[in-house]
């Protein structure tokens, strides 16, 4: 007796209801909530939520805040990240308060990436990882305006490599 041909129950298969897929779209559309601290959220943070958002935007969510936030984003931090395609210019600096509740929806995963936000972060209700990637502040080097640039672009470019092998390709 042959068997009864299989059928497919997606909605998005069924006559009338292509590219509706309602029932598992929630399922399929949740991105990880990735929340990258250090102590001003103007140079390291907005850097690496700048470069998440490029490389892996479609699986994650990236955020950014401070333990205490410098106000703005720092320009030289623009500019390096501009001159690798990614525009951090309408990002802005926040305190991690707005992450909390009751003000906020916590993040899955809290990266700092300095020890003075490690030892600052809050704790958060419910299940949030937590990792420490330390990097060197930009915002205190020294030097000529092009020691200062090559500072920047070395932070820079140590994040983008460290969000490509520790988080993106899941190690």
Request: with cysteine; hydrophobic share 35%.
């Amino acid at each position: 007796m042959p068997s009864a041909p299989a059928t497919n129950t997606n909605p998005s298969c069924l006559p009338g209801h292509e590219g509706t897929s309602s029932v598992i779209e929630p399922i399929l559309s949740h991105r990880r909530r990735v929340l990258f601290l250090c102590t001003g959220n103007s140079c390291r943070s907005q850097m690496a939520e700048g470069w998440l958002r490029h490389l892996a935007g479609d699986r994650f969510e990236s955020l950014s805040a401070g333990a205490n936030p410098a106000g703005y984003v720092h320009p030289l931090a623009v500019q390096i990240m501009r001159e690798s395609g990614v525009d951090i210019s309408q990002q802005v600096s926040k305190h991690i308060r707005q992450f909390l509740p009751p003000e906020g929806t916590p993040p899955d995963l809290i990266i700092s990436v300095c020890g003075h936000a490690e030892k600052e972060c809050p704790l958060f209700p419910g299940r949030v990882e937590r990792w420490h990637w330390p990097f060197d502040d930009p915002f205190h080097a020294g030097g000529s305006d092009e020691q200062r640039l090559a500072e920047f672009r070395r932070v820079r470019d140590e994040i983008k490599a460290k969000i490509e092998s520790g988080l993106i390709a899941g190690k």
